[in-house]
């Protein structure tokens, strides 16, 4: 299983307009329709992700809107400064969100299993036990390809019979988590960080 990711520290859309034309049509018209500059240059960076680990290949959309290629199990995910994708031999699900604020631990209460609320009310540190959770949940229904639809207080990201199938870490100021179909082991996750040069080539 392997997790590449990129930072947005120092870049801006404006310098990385070079890269569009290496994205299909319906990209680039995704990009260009946000708003805000530093959503188009995550968007940028996650469509360049995806064309490194699929070669280019066509993409299709799953049922919930995310974006799938035959042969190819890959999640992406984005936040902050952080844009991820994780690709490896069975369903996987990525999801990286920054460590919010103590005023949004109250849903925590709303959307929280209790087995879950009781970890992040217990622990030494409630905001990144939050976000650990959520990046969990988020990560459980990305594999799944069920959504956020779901009722998010109907599963236990905490239970032992997920143990096996999830993977949580710190980067910067981010949790990060990934949920994969099969078991795995610590030590069969790489984490590497790419450098922007990379995003040119496929694997």
């Known amino acids: 299983m392997k997790i590449a990711?990129?930072?947005?520290g120092g870049l801006t859309f404006g310098m990385l307009t070079e890269y569009l034309p290496l994205l299909p049509p319906e990209r680039q018209e995704k990009i260009m329709r946000y708003r805000f500059e530093e959503d188009k240059?995550?968007?940028l960076l996650a469509g360049l992700l995806i064309r490194r680990v699929t070669g280019g290949a066509p993409l299709r959309c799953g049922e919930h809107g995310k974006p799938l290629c035959d042969g190819v199990n890959f999640s992406v995910s984005h936040s902050g400064e952080l844009v991820a994708i994780a690709v490896g031999d069975c369903a996987v699900g990525l999801d990286v969100e920054q460590i919010p604020p103590e005023d949004r631990l109250k849903i925590a209460d709303r959307f929280y299993h209790p087995a879950e609320r009781a970890y992040v009310h217990g622990a030494d540190d409630p905001?990144?036990?939050f976000c650990e959770i959520w990046t969990r949940k988020e990560a459980v229904l990305k594999m799944t390809g069920e959504g956020i639809a779901t009722d998010l207080t109907a599963f236990d990201t905490t239970a032992e019979s997920l143990s096996g199938q999830l993977f949580t870490t710190r980067l910067g100021d981010c949790c990060l988590s990934l949920c994969t179909e099969m078991p795995l082991e610590d030590n069969d996750i790489q984490i590497s960080e790419l450098e922007l040069k990379e995003l040119r080539l496929s694997d």
Not at 5 to 8: A, G, L, S
């Open 5 to 8: 990711y990129v930072t947005t």
């Open 41 to 43: 240059l995550r968007s």
């Open 127 to 129: 905001p990144v036990a």
